[in-house]
């Protein structure tokens, strides 16, 4: 089996600063992308950022210059840092990684239980 953990979420003027980080764990032979994405109140899941293996980023428009999307391979672990929060990025926030099993072939989707990240104004 693999779990995703995050932390870091929290309450947060807007201007602030928050990290999210995502460790991933069981048996894991290799993770290609991974991402983050958010389930603002009362809409649906949207993309975050997202970064592959090889340390290539994509962000949403609304967090571009914003938000940065890093990852450690050897800690199979994945960081948001948000600077300049706003009220409208109050979400959930999931982790996401495709990852490749080692006792099976293919890869799999993963999904964290979620972290809550409120802005006030």
């Known amino acids: 089996q693999v779990q995703l953990v995050e932390s870091g979420g929290g309450l947060v003027q807007a201007g602030g600063s928050l990290r999210l980080s995502c460790a991933a764990s069981g048996s894991i032979f290799r993770i290609n992308a991974m991402g983050w994405y958010r389930r603002p109140p009362g809409k649906q899941r949207e993309l975050v950022a997202v970064?592959?293996?090889?340390?290539?980023?994509k962000y949403a428009d609304s967090v571009k210059g914003r938000f940065t999307i890093a990852r450690d391979n050897a800690k199979n672990t994945v960081y948001l840092q948000m600077n300049s929060l706003k009220p409208e990025d109050t979400a959930v926030y999931y982790c996401?990684?495709?990852?490749?099993?080692?006792?099976?072939?293919?890869?799999?989707?993963?999904w964290g239980q979620g972290t809550q990240v409120t802005v006030s104004s």
């Open positions: 970064i592959t293996s090889a340390g290539s980023p």
């Open positions: 996401n990684a495709g990852v490749i099993r080692i006792e099976i072939p293919g890869e799999y989707d993963y």
